[in-house]
Every structure is written in C-alpha cells, then in structure tokens.
T-cell receptor, first 115, second 113 residues
Framework: ETGVTQTPRHLVMGMTNKKSLKCEQH?????MYWYKQSAKKPLELMFV???????ENNSVPSRFSPECPNSSHLFLHLHTLQPEDSALYLC??????????????FGEGSWLTVV | QKEVEQDPGPLSVPEGAIVSLNCTYS??????FMWYRQYSRKGPELLMY????GNKEDGRFTAQVDKSSKYISLFIRDSQPSDSATYLC?????????????FGQGTELSVKP
C-alpha cells in the first residue's frame, strides 16, 4: 500500500466512449502527477498539479483532460481515445515538486485498453 | 540522444549472484537520482534515492552515482527470486520545471532459483 489509490485498475473502452480514471492520495502531499507507461518505453509525464493548479501539460492530446478538485484527488477524463492510447496510466504524488528533490510515490496504475 | 539511457535487458541471473544495473545520462545538471522497482502489473516503488555523487547502501542494495562520468548504478547482492522485477532509474534537477522526473526505459531482471 503506497498511499496512492487508483480506480479502476482495469478499463476497456471503445473509441467513442467517455470514461474517467480516479486517483486519491492519503499522504498529505501537495503535488500530483499523471504518467503514461507503454510497453518498452520510458514513463512519460502527462500532467503535473501543484496545490491544485496545473503546472505542466506535456503536449498531451486534448482527448485527455485532467481535473484536480483538491490536493488529494486527481482525475483523468478520457474521450474519443485511439487504440495507441492503450497503456498503463500511473498516478503519483510527492510532498512538493519532484524537481526539488522530493520523491514521487506511485499508485498501482490503471490498465487501459482502447478497442 | 535520449537524456537517460538504460539497457532494457532482459537480464537473467542465478540466485545469489551480484546484479549490476546501470544508467547513463547526458544532462550534467541532474542532481537527484532514484531507482524504482516495478513488479509485473504493479506501480513503481521507490527503492533508493541519492543526492549528487557518492554511494548509498540499504541492506542488499547499493546505489552509486558518478557525476563525472554521468553514470549511475544499482548493485544487488545475494540476489533472490523475489528481486525479479523491472528496475527503473530516474533523475531530476532543481531547474527542471514542472517537477519532471526523467526515467530510463527500465531493465527487466529475472533471478532464477
């Protein structure tokens, strides 16, 4: 148990569906992240939130829409995805921004399959 | 050139062997270096954290950073089948906006009984 909980753990969706991934951290951290992990590729940072404000959007297509209603919760809204978006989506948190040397704690991930 | 290079493996060793995992990087500004372990179908978990150069030891694990060569290593002594996982190196520097950790591709390790 890392203190970062993601739901659902597995999701299969059609290209016309709309779904959301949810993340909750119980660590009292101020920064939250969405990462994408595809097979044989390094982890890709998608979005960063610090104190509920988005501080980075790493050239992510608009079919991915993040939402951070408070410092403990983070959502990733998905719509009109493509099969190449199938991947493991990891939520993470850190006390403050990772570039300040704060370590990042990951959730277990949400396995997404787009059909 | 990728900012962080890591041999993806797979690497297979017998139980009890000493394992050496490595990453090279190109940006001399990196100051914070981490190793994460990721079991199959799980999220990465932090294994070791090192600031700047030097060694850090934690049980059977030793992390080394050589900033002059832009090279970091993770050594696992007396490797166990439970060490079978993918090991990811990651690094960052203070001026890296957005809290971006740069990850290596990960090395898949298999320890055979």
């Amino acid at each position: 148990e890392t203190g970062v909980t993601q739901t659902p753990r597995h999701l299969v969706m059609g290209m016309t569906n709309k779904k959301s991934l949810k993340c909750e951290q119980h660590l009292g951290h101020n920064a939250m992240y969405w990462y994408k992990q595809s097979a044989k590729k390094p982890l890709e940072l998608m979005f960063v939130y610090s104190l509920e404000e988005r501080v980075e959007n790493n050239s992510v297509p608009s079919r991915f829409s993040p939402e951070c209603p408070n410092s403990s919760h983070l959502f990733l809204h998905l719509h009109t995805l493509q099969p190449e978006d199938s991947a493991l989506y990891l939520c993470a948190s850190s006390q403050d921004m990772a570039s300040s040397g704060n370590t990042i704690y990951f959730g277990e991930g949400s396995w997404l399959t787009v059909v | 050139q990728k900012e962080v290079e890591q041999d993806p493996g797979p690497l297979s060793v017998p139980e009890g062997a000493i394992v050496s995992l490595n990453c090279t990087y190109s940006n001399s500004a990196f100051q914070y270096f981490m190793w994460y372990r990721q079991y199959s179908r799980k999220g990465p978990e932090l294994l070791m954290y090192t600031y700047s150069s030097g060694n850090k030891e934690d049980g059977r694990f030793t992390a080394q950073v050589d900033k002059s060569s832009k090279y970091i290593s993770l050594f696992i002594r007396d490797s166990q089948p439970s060490d079978s996982a993918t090991y990811l190196c990651a690094m960052s520097h203070p001026s890296n906006q957005g809290g971006k950790l740069i990850f290596g591709q990960g090395t898949e390790l298999s320890v055979k009984p």
